[in-house]
């Protein structure tokens, strides 16, 4: 099986917060687990889309649900550790596009994780996707705006 490759280009993060790694978010081997790593990706994700005044359900009907998630390991991270989770979004289209990730550990400077999750925008009322609100689109004007 060939292995994941993420590279997003640097004008694609817009956005950073800093997330510390838990004593619970480690796991056997003694570094961050799978599972904690994802949880970290949703908070950055979350905290992302508020600082852009995206609520999620963002009205009554309509919310961003994730379609995918790909994460690219690079290095370990300990407990105690800050890691930067640098976001930014990619690849839009009529539905929805990617939310990009990349994680640092910056006392060190070394690269823990690239991430990727696909969105789409759902009627959560009538249960399908929806076109992706002009509103949001605009909120990105330097992302691609492909059909």
Do not use: C, W
Not at 2 to 24: K, S
Not at 84 to 109: H, K, Q, S
Request: hydrophobic content about 45%; cysteine-free.
């Amino acid at each position: 099986m060939a292995r994941l490759n993420l590279q997003f280009p640097e004008d694609a993060y817009v956005y950073r917060t800093t997330l510390t790694v838990r004593i619970t978010d480690i796991n056997g081997a003694n570094h961050l687990s799978n599972d904690a790593m994802i949880s970290m990706i949703s908070e950055a994700r979350a905290r992302f889309l508020f600082e852009f005044g995206i609520t999620e359900p963002m009205d009554a009907q309509l919310g961003i649900i994730v379609t995918d998630l790909a994460t690219m390991y690079r290095a370990e991270a300990y407990a105690r550790d800050q890691l930067l989770f640098e976001v930014g979004v990619m690849d839009f289209n009529r539905y929805g596009g990617d939310i990009v990730f990349r994680i640092t550990r910056p006392a060190d400077g070394t690269l823990i994780a690239m991430a990727k999750s696909g969105f789409v925008f759902f009627n959560y009322t009538a249960k399908k996707v929806e076109a992706m609100p002009e509103t949001f689109r605009a909120l990105f004007p330097k992302v691609n705006t492909a059909g």
